[in-house]
């Protein structure tokens, strides 16, 4: 089984690694995109992203670096 240092969400570096809260992601933030894609709105029990609210957000993921 490999670990995953990046986050599979924005490819950002894992800080925290394994240990981290958010693991395999960097952030909650990236928590929640991963599980809205994987929703794809069939249980959107959460506020609901729409695929430009996600891109946007990636951007500033980047835009942090
Ligand atoms: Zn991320």
Redesign the pocket.
Known sequence: MIRRQT??????KLEGGAESETFP???E??RR?DYFRWSDGKYAIVDPLSPEDLSEIDES?FDRE
């Open positions: 986050c599979p969400v924005c490819r950002k992601f960097c952030s933030r990236c995109i993921e």
